[in-house]
């Protein structure tokens, strides 16, 4: 069996310091001809340097553990890789490699007895004190992949959720079946499994040489030479200071800090008890199927998310704390750093721009209070009763039903009337609801939006009311003529059976489902034009709130420390490698060479890619949360369905506390396909049970590759369902 290829794979520093002087190559052996360059030990043994090595002389005075090192870098300890500036290799190892890094070229040159051809990669050490480091994944920015917001908050799923989560965990495993069945995949080679290793590799490289450059010393005994007189003087006095300094530090650690620490830690537990306790009543249920308080306002919605925010602080502030008491190469807590302060950066501006907008408001309360007013009556009030009258006539020349036509008009103006009179009663009230709105801005700006949504939602609930009432009569309508076609056709809808039966029916009952039909069929324009007037009033609310929900989503979760990240330090966000050709050498082929010199080189550079905050993933995880007002569930409605209506407000649902939240799947496009077919036939879900064969799929990108291969979708959706 062959052991290797007879290429030679050297990962070389490009910050290295470039010398005459002779010294020893020191790293990791990941395989007999591939080599992780860490550090160059100048002026040492080779042969001592290898025993200290083995012997973690280098990590003994280290207050962190070195165990951790050698599990995410795969090995047990470093070791000699070749030497440096030589004048004579032959007393060499022959598995070493004798590197030539004079300050002139600007790669060093390889050599290696068993080496036949070179790849040097060059890489850029990331600092591990300015939290940079490179990944093979983008940087994940999202809080709770896990599946869980907070280790104590419980977070409800409704129906179509669960719904939407077990259709993208079927999808997800189908598309993990099509990976396994493709024929183009190349098996990875042992030098692929180890990238992630060497990922590590490269995030310890910096701190590793630091460490190796200051314990140097530890390989030779130096004797100690005697202090003098004026030495003796300076340490003296250093040391009486100290003292001095010792003694009130340990006074105020002792009596002071205790003291403050203590009164901090009540306060703190004070405030986290009474943000548990409206926690509790924002999410209480009168019954599980019932809408808690989160999900019908919000305002409510807003504390939440603030409350929330207040106790996790704690606990990513204690998780950063701890992360000085380890390894900086160490990258687990980088993500959590960037979330906790991309928080705070949006909760600072949210509370700059509330207070510029709340002074705004409160001096100008009784302005802004008459402007809403008079928008209120004039698209609320006015416009609708225009238009219901323009419906009560020949509206664009469609004759209707009159008798039809004038009961329910009468019946809507009479309503707008009334809620009319109810709001002149309030309206002397407004400039205080005004000020009200714009003294919580001083809590941010997000407050003054959400409280702004829940108005609009209160004082359009008559058009809502309107377009639930039409919705439900067209629905009706659409139902009985539904049943008398069937009758027509001599079929039946099973109940049972959940299907269309053949049936016969008497000439009586064909009369009267005769005389029925052209009734309705004939009242159906006159409702239809009702039903689509409200219709479009409540889409315009909806695109209103759709409005305030995508600022409450930009206030709240908007990547601003990212963001910043991204142009002050691309580096703290990595988004994968890059392996770059840089030049090619045959130093044995050149005139100016031997031919025992390098063998033939080929110079790659590992370019750490940024994370791109313009992508589409990101893009979507970003704008994801503007979905928080779920449009999908409100437009719905507006197809005659009955069922679908919900019965509360509809202002928001719960959003995680993320800069791209979990990512709520958009209303899939088979449901809507089959609802809009059964809209339009008339039909409701339990009569399709006769139409076989038919199957819609879903064309978003995960349902692409299953698009490509129908007889393995087939195959993977059945091995699923067993």
């Not at 080496?115 to 890489?123: F, K, N, R, T, W």
């Not at 209480?284 to 019932?290: E, G, I, S």
């Not at 990240?565 to 691309?570: G, H």
Request: charged share 20%; hydrophobic share 40%.
């Amino acid at each position: 069996m062959v052991e290797h290829d007879g290429l030679m794979r050297v990962f070389w520093p490009t910050d290295i310091r470039k010398s005459d002087r002779p010294g020893v190559v020191v790293g990791w052996r990941n395989s007999i001809l591939d080599v992780f360059v860490v550090a160059i030990l100048e002026d040492v043994d080779a042969r001592n340097t290898e025993s200290h090595l083995k012997a973690s002389t280098f990590f003994r005075s280290e207050l962190h553990p070195t165990n951790q090192i050698t599990d995410m870098c795969g090995h047990g300890s470093m070791h000699v890789l070749g030497l440096s500036n030589v004048t004579d290799a032959t007393a060499a190892d022959p598995s070493w490699f004798c590197a030539t890094t004079s300050s002139n070229p600007r790669e060093p040159k390889i050599t290696c007895a068993k080496a036949v051809s070179v790849q040097l990669i060059l890489y850029d050490r990331p600092q591990p004190q300015g939290m940079q480091y490179v990944s093979l994944n983008p940087i994940a920015l999202a809080l709770g992949h896990d599946g869980s917001l907070l280790g104590d908050t419980t977070v409800s799923e409704g129906e179509q959720e669960i719904r939407e989560r077990q259709m993208k965990e079927e999808k997800r495993k189908l598309a993990e079946k099509l990976k396994q069945h493709t024929i183009f995949k190349r098996v990875p080679s042992a030098r692929d499994k180890a990238l992630p290793k060497i990922i590590n590799q490269i995030n310890w490289s910096w701190e590793l040489e630091k460490t190796l450059q200051k314990n140097v010393g530890r390989l030779g005994s130096r004797p100690r030479r005697s202090l003098s007189v004026s030495e003796r003087v300076v340490e003296t006095a250093s040391t009486m200071r100290n003292y001095v300094i010792l003694q009130l530090w340990t006074w105020f650690t002792l009596y002071i800090f205790p003291t403050i620490r203590k009164a901090f830690v009540l306060v703190l537990m004070g405030h986290r008890i009474l943000a548990e306790i409206l926690l509790l009543l924002l999410e209480f249920r009168v019954k599980p199927d019932y809408a808690a308080l989160k999900d019908i306002s919000a305002t409510a919605q807003q504390v939440e998310i603030r409350l929330q925010q207040f106790c996790y602080w704690p606990m990513q502030y204690t998780t950063l704390r701890q992360r000085k008491n380890n390894w900086a190469s160490v990258t687990t807590s980088h993500p959590d750093y960037i979330r906790f302060y991309n928080s705070l950066w949006l909760v600072a501006n949210d509370v700059i721009i509330g207070i510029a907008l709340g002074s705004y408001i409160i001096e100008n309360a009784d302005w802004v209070a008459d402007q809403i007013g008079n928008l209120l009556q004039t698209y609320t009030v006015d416009a609708l009763q225009s238009s219901i009258s323009w419906l009560m006539g020949w509206p664009a020349g469609l004759k209707l039903n009159g008798e039809l036509a004038a009961f329910l008009g009468d019946l809507f103006l009479w309503v707008i009337d009334y809620w009319s009179s109810c709001i002149e009663t309030l309206t002397p009230a407004l400039p205080r609801m005004v000020w009200f709105i714009g003294f919580s801005s001083f809590a941010g700006a997000s407050m003054p939006i959400a409280m702004f949504s829940d108005m609009l939602s209160t004082l359009t609930i008559h058009i809502y009311s309107f377009y639930l009432a039409s919705g439900r009569i067209y629905h009706w309508q659409l139902t009985i003529l539904q049943s008398l076609f069937h009758l027509f056709r001599g079929k039946k809808h099973n109940v049972l059976r959940n299907r269309i039966d053949s049936c016969d029916y008497d000439l009586d009952q064909l009369l009267v489902g005769t005389i029925l039909f052209t009734l309705l069929f004939f009242l159906l324009p006159t409702v239809a034009v009702f039903y689509l007037n409200f219709a479009i009033a409540r889409m315009a609310i909806i695109s209103l709130k759709a409005g305030f929900d995508t600022l409450l989503s930009c206030l709240n979760h908007f990547p601003l420390f990212a963001l910043m990240l991204r142009i002050k330090d691309p580096r703290r966000l990595p988004g994968g490698i890059r392996f770059e050709l840089r030049d090619t050498h045959d130093y044995r082929h050149d005139k100016t060479s031997n031919a025992d010199g390098p063998p033939p080189t080929s110079v790659i550079y590992l370019k750490v890619s940024s994370s791109s905050l313009l992508t589409r993933r990101q893009l979507a995880l970003t704008c994801s949360l503007v979905d928080s007002l779920d449009i999908s569930d409100h437009v719905q409605p507006i197809l005659p369905d009955g069922q679908s209506h919900p019965e509360t407000l509809p202002v928001a649902q719960s959003v995680l506390l993320s800069v791209d939240g979990q990512v709520r799947a958009a209303h899939q496009p088979q449901e809507f396909v089959q609802s809009t077919i059964q809209h339009v036939a008339g039909l409701s879900g339990n009569d399709l049970g006769d139409v076989e064969g038919v199957e819609y799929r879903d064309q978003t990108s995960e349902a692409n590759t299953a698009a490509l291969y129908p007889v393995v979708t087939q195959w993977g959706k059945k091995s699923i369902s067993k």
